[in-house]
């Protein structure tokens, strides 16, 4: 069974930083994708960075990109997002998924272009004075 475990969120002050970390055991980070979404109190989810299982390609929503960046530690299987110069609207619960168990048809299937398949419980970042 699929077990996506996010940690790191917490309490930052405007311009702070924070690594938020997604532990994968048994997945593979070459070969799926993994993905950070979040979701404001009121608010739709929204997807903010992935990185692909196509050569690690990484994609960023706009208002993050610059600011937040995403990697690999495939040593102890987690996936990091750093995100710098964090603002108040930063603030929300941020999920880690994957697209496992997908199986990848051709080399230029980009995961990061279909939908999650999994996810984890969320960790809650809040960026406030």
């Known amino acids: 069974q699929v077990q996506l475990v996010e940690s790191g969120g917490g309490l930052v002050q405007p311009g702070g930083s924070l690594r938020l970390s997604c532990a994968a055991p048994g997945l593979s980070l070459d070969y799926y994708a993994f993905a950070w979404f979040r979701q404001a109190p009121e608010k739709e989810r929204e997807e903010v960075a992935c990185?692909?299982?196509?050569?690690?390609?990484?994609y960023y929503a706009e208002d993050v990109n610059g600011r937040f960046s995403l990697s690999k530690d495939k040593a102890k299987n987690t996936v990091y997002l750093q995100m710098n110069s964090l603002k108040p609207d930063d603030t929300a619960v941020y999920y880690c998924?994957?697209?496992?168990?997908?199986?990848?048809?051709?080399?230029?299937?980009?995961?990061?272009?279909?939908?999650?398949?999994?996810w984890g419980e969320g960790t809650l970042v809040t960026v406030s004075t």
């Open positions: 998924a994957t697209d496992y168990p997908t199986i990848k048809v051709s080399d230029s299937y980009d995961a990061c272009f279909y939908g999650m398949n999994h």
């Open positions: 990185v692909s299982n196509n050569a690690g390609r990484t």
